[in-house]
């Protein structure tokens, strides 16, 4: 079954507006990691959290790392079209494996 | 400088049949990743290898084989297909170092059509 459960599944926003994605595991997580997946491409490394509670920033991308390390989010500051994409985190098992949530796929109007 | 290559990018086969997807990347990396990808299951992993001549399953294995004979090639093998094998399939890589992001980096996708 899925490893790391991902909400929402879609999320269609005005641009200018916030939007926000979590990620929960099961088990606790080695760390965690966010990609980037624009329609027709290929998933694209954004960023991988690995302290407990860590929080991190690029640009108008907020990433947060649960305490208990079973939970992350993505929040977006004031959309823009260039955000349009599928955004997945990836938990890392073990050293070797990585589990990719279902994915929340971001729709921005113009 | 390619990173990862995938081949083919399509392919339709018939019930039954048989076919390989190569991946190949330049990166002297060690760890190499096969993943499916269908619509709202996000990425599966299938098989995973961690060096040159090892290779391991991942979530959903089954009706699928790997070899990984050289270190910057890993392939994935369907030995007769099905229809629920229809997906995207996506190679990934990434280097061995502790402590420091060891992020995926992914060939463009196959897109496999079993009929």
């Known amino acids: 079954g899925q490893q790391v459960m991902q909400i929402p599944q879609y999320q269609h926003v005005q641009e200018g507006e916030d939007f926000t994605t979590y990620c929960n595991s099961s088990t606790t997580l080695s760390n965690i990691q966010w990609y980037k997946q624009r329609p027709g491409g290929h998933p694209v490394f954004l960023i991988q959290?690995?302290?407990?509670?860590e929080v991190k920033k690029q640009k108008r991308l907020t990433f947060q790392f649960g305490e208990a390390k079973k939970n992350s989010s993505l929040h977006i500051t004031a959309t823009q079209t260039t955000d349009v994409g599928t955004y997945f985190c990836?938990?890392?098992?073990?050293?070797?494996?990585?589990?990719f949530g279902s994915g929340t796929k971001l729709n921005v109007k113009p | 400088n390619a990173g990862v290559t995938q081949t083919p990018k399509f392919r339709v086969l018939k019930t039954g049949q048989s076919m390989t997807l190569l991946c190949a990347q330049d990166m002297n990396h060690e760890y190499m990743y096969w993943y499916r990808q269908d619509p709202g299951m996000g990425l599966r992993l299938i098989h995973y290898?961690?060096?040159?001549?090892?290779?391991a399953k991942g979530e959903v294995p089954d009706g699928y084989n790997v070899s990984r004979l050289k270190k910057q090639n890993f392939l994935l093998g369907l030995e007769s297909a099905a229809p629920s094998q229809t997906s995207v399939y996506f190679c990934?890589?990434?280097?061995?170092?502790?402590?420091?992001?060891?992020?995926?980096?992914f060939g463009e996708g196959s897109r496999l059509t079993v009929l």
């Open positions: 990836a938990g890392l098992r073990g050293f070797n494996k990585f589990y």
């Open positions: 290898s961690v060096g040159e001549g090892t290779t």
């Open positions: 990934a890589s990434s280097y061995r170092r502790e402590g420091e992001a060891r992020p995926l980096f």
């Open positions: 959290l690995v302290k407990s509670g």
